[in-house]
């Protein structure tokens, strides 16, 4: 049960990242051509 809930949470976390890493990336498309070259 502990474990679970812990498990839970872990995907939530990497959940969130991924979608945090998926907005980034959109941010940066759209930024213009010299920021996305220095990141």
Do not use: G, Q
Request: net charge positive; with cysteine; hydrophobic share 40%.
């Amino acid at each position: 049960m502990y474990r679970d809930s812990c498990l839970i949470k872990y995907i939530n976390t990497v959940t969130n990242l991924e979608s945090m890493k998926h907005s980034l990336s959109l941010v940066l498309n759209v930024a213009p051509p010299k920021v996305s070259m220095v990141s």
